[in-house]
């Protein structure tokens, strides 16, 4: 059996929260990464047409080639690359992506740098796979941003195959700048370190622009999903851009593992991709949302709480009320029927510090559920 697998605290906060919502308890939910926005109306438009159709197949391992061609269009559009459909991959959200993309690109036992905190799926699926995750610490000084120094200490110590980065990222909302992710790749470039880019929150940037690794190197495997600014979550997909000598390869593991991407998820993706203006409001939202959260955190007494840069999370230092995050949260449920992600889900050595707080639902859901942190916080 793997050793090492950690459960998503996340998943068990929701669970315990949906037991106490089925006893009648009105639960405010920011615990899960995910919009509580529908998709465009356009999208839902287009699937509908779409199963008019009586064939309902698979369609080629890479996705549909309509689809990867609107792909190409976004990178020339929102990224000013000019890139060969032929190097994207369509898949099962990025989680599916992940998969294909370690295998793809590493051997067996290769060591993959990865940012602590981070989305703790990195650590699991890297080692589900036979892959050695070495964490690389950042720190709320520095904004939680990786830099080249921490990056070349990991590599002169470990000697890394890969590093996987996301910015924004999950749980922190921290974005590298242009500069830095420059920095970063021309150090991998040197180094022969394959970046991987996560770059699934991207379009959900509160300040500054996203840069794809794209805009830098050919090198990166790209990584993207229709998940978070699409709010298409629980349609499962995503894709990939991956590096010219990889792209058979992977095309031969996506036949086998997949075989396709679901057919009518590839239908909503492409019809999303033109709604921009859509989605761009739903990000407006979150901005909003975030303020707010920032601003409430800060009345109850929470240490400079810190909304991000993109994405639509806080990661916010509970210090000043507990040592102890998932003692925190659960009580947090128990007592104020609030419920938020303990740090621990993100960085096994520090996490008890911390919580992660999602902003993406309805602004509503925030105030109740600062109002009720607040009396219960107060009133300990
Ligand atoms: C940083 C990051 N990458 C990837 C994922 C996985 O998303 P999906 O498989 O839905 O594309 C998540 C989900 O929360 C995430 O936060």
Redesign the pocket.
């Known amino acids: 059996m793997l050793q090492g697998l950690q459960p998503f605290l996340a998943l068990d906060i929701f669970a315990q929260a949906s037991e106490l919502e089925a006893e009648g308890r009105g639960i405010r939910h920011l615990e899960i990464?995910?919009p509580c926005s529908p998709p465009a109306p356009a999208v839902k438009q287009a699937v509908a047409r779409h199963l008019e159709q009586e064939r309902q197949g698979y369609t080629a391992a890479k996705g549909l080639p309509a689809l990867r061609e609107a792909i190409a269009g976004y990178y020339r559009n929102q990224h000013d690359v000019d890139l060969d459909p032929g190097r994207i991959v369509v898949?099962?959200?990025?989680?599916?992506?992940?998969i294909l993309g370690f295998l793809a690109c590493f051997p067996h036992g290769a060591k993959i740098g990865v940012t602590r905190p981070?989305?703790p799926?990195?650590v699991n699926i890297l080692a589900g796979l036979g892959f050695e995750p070495v964490e690389i610490e950042l720190k709320p000084q520095d904004d939680w941003r990786l830099d080249v120094a921490s990056l070349a200490a990991a590599h002169e110590e470990h000697g890394l195959a890969g590093l996987m980065l996301?910015s924004p990222?999950?749980?922190t909302g921290a974005m590298v700048g242009r500069e830095r992710f420059a920095e970063i790749i021309d150090y991998c470039t040197r180094l022969g370190i394959r970046l991987i880019s996560?770059e699934?929150?991207h379009g959900l940037n509160f300040s500054g622009s996203c840069t794809s690794a794209l805009e830098i190197t050919d090198d990166a495997v790209v990584?993207?999903?229709?998940?978070?600014y699409y709010c298409?979550?629980g349609w499962?997909?995503?894709w990939m851009v991956m590096p010219p000598d990889c792209v058979r390869q992977t095309e031969v593991l996506a036949q086998s593992m997949f075989i396709s991407a679901p057919t009518p998820s590839q239908v909503a993706a492409m019809a999303a991709l033109e709604e921009r203006a859509y989605y761009d409001a739903q990000r407006e939202r979150y901005r909003a949302n975030r303020d707010v959260l920032v601003k409430g955190l800060e009345d109850i007494g929470f240490e400079t709480p810190h909304g991000g840069d993109g994405?639509f999370y806080a990661y916010v230092d509970i210090t000043r009320f507990s040592n102890d995050s998932i003692t925190f949260c659960r009580e947090l449920l128990e007592n104020a029927d609030v419920a938020v992600t303990p740090g621990v889900d993100f960085d096994r050595t520090n996490g008890h510090r911390y919580v992660r707080i999602s902003f993406a639902s309805d602004r509503p859901v925030i105030e109740g559920a600062l109002t009720r942190m607040a009396d219960y916080l107060r009133g300990r």
């Open positions: 990464g995910e898949t099962t959200g990025s989680s599916g992506a992940f981070g989305y799926a990195y996301a990222a999950n749980p996560d699934i929150y990584i993207n999903s229709f998940s978070k298409l979550t499962r997909i995503g994405g």
